[in-house]
């Protein structure tokens, strides 16, 4: 079961043509997400660090996930949108697999412009522009700055694409930055393996939770 939980943070940083961020960025994105297994209601949150090189086609992302309020777990998610293989890292073990679709970096051009409004007040305000599409079977609506087409928040609903189970989630961005200040963070571990066949994400979600099967227990 645990290794359906954990699915809940690879969610998508969905952005289209027309309206695309700067092609590289960092900041920090705020994960939470909410989802039903076997009839019971479990939730994920996190804090990670998140990288993008639009034109090298690689995202990193790594800090804190918390499952069910009970379990910390420190992970670092590598993707090569070129290569369309993903790396998995967790308590000094990583995993390789085959990506089932690439991040996308803008807003779709099919998107629905839901609305153009603001955040905050009087003079304090910023122009924000809400989009709603479909990625695969989930229901995104992304925030958007009006100008620049910044990353505030995404709003999923559907059906998660590694699990196929039904989920919600929202991630809320802040910190950017343009630009990667330190280009090393897409460099994959040396613990990572370097060649042969990807491991399906069942092998690597259970490679990850072998070292916390006690506490797994104890939530199931
Ligand atoms: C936009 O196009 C994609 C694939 O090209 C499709 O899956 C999706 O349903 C379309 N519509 C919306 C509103 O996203
Ligand atoms: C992104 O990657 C490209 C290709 O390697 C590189 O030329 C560029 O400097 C990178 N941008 C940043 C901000 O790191």
Known sequence: MLRLLLAFVLVVMAMGKGCCPPKAWEGFVGTMSGFMKDGKPHSSKGLLMYHTNDTLGMVDSEGDIIIDRLLTLK??????????????IMNGKCTKKTLVRKELDCIPENATLVRSTYLGAGPETLAVKVYRFMDGDTEVYSTVTSSGCIPLDHVLTGIHPDTKAEFIGVEQ?????VGVKDPSVFDIPSICPSSGVSSDYVTTMSLWMSSVVLIAKLIV
């Open 173 to 177: 961005v802040s910190g950017i930055t």
């Open 75 to 88: 992970i670092r998610i590598i993707k090569d949108n070129n290569k369309m293989i993903g790396y998995n």
